[in-house]
């Protein structure tokens, strides 16, 4: 008799209304309490990454004990049935489910180890984004463009995973931007420098810092200009975007008034007198 067939012997069918019970509660009340959760760390702002983090490790907990919970009930081993159909139980539901076990177990690691949370954004291969949840099967990351993408949890195991924010709110932004070689360099730092620390978006409490160097010019072009890179923290990392259009609006609108040209301006002209 074949594994399957001795399982359904040990199973208590007058105990299969209660399980189906168990199953219906839990799914419902771990999606209520998720979404309870969540919605209240979208009031308290502050809190809103730890209530997310507690949000992801609920599912978990929620389908562990029903998972033991049904088990326990619906099945009745003695210990020499236990042991003669555990190890074929064990070896069919490894094949039948060995990539989801795999993301199962996966996901439990990424809720304990922690290289990234909830709420976090993180750079994964040429995805970037906030992670909205770290379920059972995936993780969910939600792009600057406001695509929402599934990652297997078991693939975080393996290749780099990098996090801007590490569950606080608070993340660094980094903003170039290229000016000729010629131009007022001091002067061109310093509304760089006012441009970010005057953005309603700036994280007040860290430090603001402005690098210069010469180089070429990225994405290709050849022309030396100079870079100057503003490191600074934006207060909540969901405004990132928001944060890197203010500075570079004030910056270029405040170039213009002075004066001072940036690199495309100097490879349009370039182009325009051949």
């Not at 069918?13 to 219906?24: E, K, T």
């Not at 309490?33 to 907990?61: C, H």
């Not at 061109?188 to 430090?207: G, H, L, M, N, W």
Request: proline residues 3%; hydrophobic residues 50%; charged residues 20%.
């Amino acid at each position: 008799m074949d594994a399957p067939t001795n399982l359904l012997e040990f199973v208590v069918w007058d105990r299969l209304p209660f399980a189906l019970m168990v199953i219906a509660v839990a799914f419902v009340g771990g999606r209520i309490a998720a979404k309870s959760l969540d919605a209240l760390g979208e009031r308290i702002n502050e809190r809103r990454l730890l209530l997310k983090q507690v949000s992801a490790v609920t599912r978990f907990v929620v389908l562990i004990i029903a998972t033991v919970m049904v088990a326990s009930s619906l099945f009745s081993f003695s210990s020499e049935a236990l042991l003669a159909v555990s190890g074929s139980i064990a070896v069919a539901l490894g094949f039948a489910f060995k990539d989801l076990l795999a993301s199962l177990m996966a996901g439990l690691i990424l809720l304990f180890d922690r290289p990234f949370q909830v709420g976090d954004r993180i750079s994964f291969g040429d995805i970037y984004g906030e992670v909205v949840e770290i379920g059972l099967r995936a993780v969910r990351v939600q792009t600057l463009d406001d695509n929402l993408v599934s990652i297997p949890n078991h693939r975080f195991l393996n290749d780099t995973v990098s996090s801007a924010n590490s569950g606080s709110l608070h993340q660094m932004c980094v903003f170039p931007f290229w000016i000729g070689c010629n131009e007022d360099i001091a002067m061109a730092k310093r509304i760089v420098y006012e441009a970010t620390a005057s953005s309603r978006y700036v994280f007040v409490d860290q430090p603001i810092t402005v690098s210069v160097r010469e180089g070429p010019v990225p994405n290709g072009a050849e022309r030396f200009a100079v870079e100057l890179k503003v490191k600074a923290y934006v207060f909540d990392g969901r405004y990132e975007t928001a944060f890197g259009t203010d500075v570079t609006e004030r910056v270029k609108s405040a170039f213009a008034r002075r004066s001072i040209r940036t690199a495309g301006e100097l490879e349009w002209r370039a182009d325009a007198t051949g």
